[in-house]
């Protein structure tokens, strides 16, 4: 005759044999299958009736991970080391993945690099490793930000040349997470139109979908950066100018490096536009303009357009820092 096996009691429940058994198993097939929130419900199931082992709690904090219960899974990890003979540096690895997912980054440092002093093989040391370096690019990231954030604060106060290198360094960020912020700066014809066109180049580069309200003189210039072509020296007449300039100043390479000089400053002035666009002047007349104003500046020229001299200057005194 078959001997029966007893019954067990968990608190005033009784616990039919094989009962455990089988919730184990099954929630051991749906994390196998990344059916990762039945596999939680059935690992507790199994844990309110019996005391779990080393292999199903570890499992079962692999599955809490994938549910994005992080807390949780921190305690299933910490519980999982308090036990003999275990899978130390599988443990670790999701212990300070889960870590670094709760931003207990400072934590996560201490721990890999104490646990990199211990005797790994090589690809245990990698794993630990890949774990640090990509800790140590998250916090470099958040510092990053936290600096972005306090230039932000203090922007408007900041020296012209002091917001140049800023904004500068805007180009090698993600910019969305500041995008309102830089949108306000953007439309504030207080700022230089340096740093607004500088701006504006950013926003097109990272193509942010959105509309600036962006101010050159008294005029008010709707513009999507998504339907730019580019940066300043992207655009067209820009660069049929620099052409024309080399063409026409090639015997004189003096005055073809200072009209190409004015030509890239002012280009920063007039976009998103272009001289055509915003002074009515086409390229033709917007090379013979800048070459009459140098030769102005050296007293070679009296027979000047003074429509197209005035336009330059003005150009020029909103364009005048001292970096």
């Known amino acids: 005759m078959k001997r029966k096996e007893?019954?067990?009691?968990?608190?005033n429940m009784i616990v039919f044999p094989g009962v455990v058994e089988r919730t184990l198993e099954?929630?051991?097939?749906h994390a196998e299958y990344y059916r990762y929130e039945e596999a939680v419900d059935e690992f507790e199931k199994a844990f309110s009736l019996q005391e779990p082992t080393t292999r199903s709690l570890l499992a079962y904090a692999?599955?809490?991970?994938?549910?994005?219960?992080?807390?949780?899974?921190?305690?299933?990890?910490e519980r999982v080391l308090t036990h003999p003979n275990i899978p130390m540096v599988e443990v670790m690895e999701l212990y300070l993945t889960v870590c670094m997912e709760l931003k207990e980054y400072a934590h996560v440092t201490t721990l890999a690099t104490s646990l990199l002093?211990?005797?790994?093989?090589?690809?245990?040391?990698?794993?630990?490793?890949?774990?640090?370096?990509?800790?140590?690019?998250?916090?470099?990231?958040?510092?990053?930000?936290?600096?972005?954030?306090?230039?932000?604060?203090?922007?408007l106060t900041m020296q012209i040349h002091e917001q140049d290198q800023f904004v500068n360094a805007l180009f090698q960020q993600n910019?969305?997470?500041?995008?309102?912020?830089?949108?306000?700066?953007?439309?504030?014809?207080?700022?230089?139109?340096?740093?607004?066109?500088?701006?504006?180049?950013?926003?097109?580069?990272?193509?942010?979908?959105?509309?600036?309200?962006y101010p050159i003189e008294a005029r008010?210039?709707?513009?999507?950066?998504?339907?730019?072509?580019?940066?300043?020296?992207d655009m067209p007449q820009f660069t049929e100018l620099m052409a024309?300039?080399?063409?026409?100043?090639?015997?004189?390479?003096?005055?073809?490096?200072?009209?190409?000089?004015?030509?890239?400053?002012?280009a920063l002035y007039v976009y998103p536009l272009d001289w055509e666009t915003f002074y009515g002047y086409t390229t033709a007349e917007m090379l013979a303009?800048?070459?009459?104003?140098?030769?102005?500046?050296?007293?070679?020229?009296?027979?000047?357009d003074e429509d197209i001299i005035t336009c330059i200057q003005q150009m020029e005194m909103n364009m005048n820092i001292e970096m």
Request: net charge negative.
């Open 117 to 155: 002093e211990q005797p790994l093989n090589d690809e245990q040391r990698e794993k630990i490793e890949r774990i640090l370096s990509l800790n140590e690019k998250i916090v470099e990231r958040i510092d990053g930000q936290q600096h972005v954030d306090e230039k932000l604060d203090q922007f």
């Open 175 to 213: 910019i969305r997470p500041y995008k309102e912020t830089l949108i306000r700066y953007v439309e504030d014809a207080s700022v230089h139109p340096l740093i607004r066109a500088t701006l504006l180049t950013i926003f097109c580069e990272q193509q942010i979908d959105c509309i600036i309200r």
């Open 26 to 29: 099954l929630a051991h097939e």
């Open 220 to 233: 008010i210039v709707e513009v999507n950066p998504i339907d730019l072509v580019g940066s300043p020296f």
């Open 62 to 77: 692999y599955c809490l991970y994938e549910v994005r219960a992080f807390q949780e899974a921190r305690d299933v990890c």
């Open 6 to 11: 007893p019954l067990r009691k968990k608190g």
């Open 244 to 266: 024309l300039a080399e063409h026409q100043l090639d015997a004189d390479p003096t005055k073809q490096e200072l009209v190409e000089e004015l030509i890239k400053r002012h």
């Open 289 to 304: 303009g800048y070459v009459q104003y140098i030769e102005l500046l050296f007293g070679q020229n009296d027979a000047l």
